[in-house]
């Protein structure tokens, strides 16, 4: 097991890549925190089943990643509890699809906030512990959309474009520190986020489901088949090995192609 005596805090992890990053490092012998919104019974009975599956410790911690503060007593609370945070994912995120001048203001504020803000918050509660043990590792969910962009995504390709920078500077001011900080950039994984956004994307280009699976969303993977979270979560492991210490201020794409055409 890779990552025994390591403590990790995956955000946004109740569910999709999140969930499935929280056991893949857990499976590795990682202690995780684990963090998202939902029904507090499932969540509970996720946070069990890390423990059960994995013999390791999991904690749950409900911060809500559009609140600094919380994020910050987030970091401390793992550090409390699990003695350290080696090992910090930020990949909580949401979506919303509309053309930009219907784009709803409080849905903007959203998106960058959780998307985008949450990771240089919790970033800077993480890096002071990081840095004095001279180990530690940063993976950030980014997207095919944090290098290309597609209509009616303004803010979600604004904040994942914000992930690949915000990744490349902290890579360069904590190199010599034995501390990596490297993002993911997935295409399409069927998870419930991608779910969401088919019955705006079918209103925004006047679709069909089928269209906006097959036309939209599998047409911009030239594989023609979705990315799975277990795929994603191993690359974040991976990363979080010792193996991967020379990678980092990296965007590594996981997209069947997408972002290579
Ligand atoms: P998901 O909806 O299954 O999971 C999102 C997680 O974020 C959930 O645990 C949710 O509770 C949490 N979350 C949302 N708002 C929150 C808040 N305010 N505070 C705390 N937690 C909050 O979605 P997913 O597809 O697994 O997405 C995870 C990450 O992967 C996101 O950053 C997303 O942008 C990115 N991503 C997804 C895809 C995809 O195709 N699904 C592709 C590329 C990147």
Known sequence: MSLSKRNAL???????????????????????????????????????SIEKDFGVK????????????EIGAMVKDAQGRLGS???????????????????????????IAINLSAAFHAIRAAVPGMKAAKWGRIVSTASAHSLVASPFKSAYVSAKHGIAGLTKTV?????????T?????PGYVWTPLVERQIPDTMKARNLTKE???????????????????DQVASLAVYLCSDAAAQ???ANLSIDGGWTAG
């Open 58 to 69: 999991a904690f749950y911690n409900g911060a809500d990643m559009m609140k600094p503060a």
């Open 10 to 48: 995956v955000t946004g992890s109740t569910s999709g890549i999140g969930l499935a990053i929280a056991r893949a490092l857990a499976k590795e012998g990682a202690n995780v925190v684990i963090n998202g919104m939902g029904d507090a019974a499932a969540i509970e009975t996720e946070r069990a």
């Open 247 to 249: 990678i980092t201020g």
């Open 171 to 179: 890579a360069l001011e904590l190199a010599t520190f034995g501390v």
């Open 211 to 229: 269209q906006v699976i097959n036309d939209v969303i599998l047409a911009a993977q030239p594989t023609k088949e979705f990315v799975t979270a």
């Open 85 to 111: 945070l080696d090992i910090l994912v930020n990949n909580a995120g949401i979506q919303y699809v509309a053309p930009i001048e219907d784009f709803p203001v409080e849905k903007w504020d959203a998106i």
């Open 181 to 185: 900080a490297n993002c993911i950039s």
